[in-house]
């Protein structure tokens, strides 16, 4: 499960470095913001989705790309306090992010990963369900 966490570490961290790597005046005070949402959203909703999707079996990279844009959407649910008008174009930017961040994290974690693709991963996924 190495591949996993290291998954999940370097895409909290990824948008951050990114928004730093930038350069731009004021990037520090958005790269906190993204971090903040990114961070909540891979560890608080991200850890268990991926856990639930690993029982499932659920790991095709077409079921994270649409795993990632649905917890995007949810984590820009603050924004309805904005309204609806708000909420809108900011929930089709994180779904669009988190439809990356899932990706990315596919990539590095699940892809061609042999501890989630062994026969005894499998059964012990089917003893699961």
Known sequence: MGRVLLGFLLCTFAYPAFILAAD???AFGGAIIVGTFTFGGSIVIGLPVFLAMRRRRWLRAWHFLVGG????AIIALPFIAGGVGTYVPV???FAGL???HAIAFWLLAVARNPALSSPSVQS???ANI
């Open 69 to 72: 844009a649905g917890i995007g």
């Open 98 to 100: 988190g439809a990356v």
């Open 24 to 26: 731009r005046p004021g």
């Open 124 to 126: 012990r996924a089917s």
């Open 91 to 93: 929930a089709g930017t």
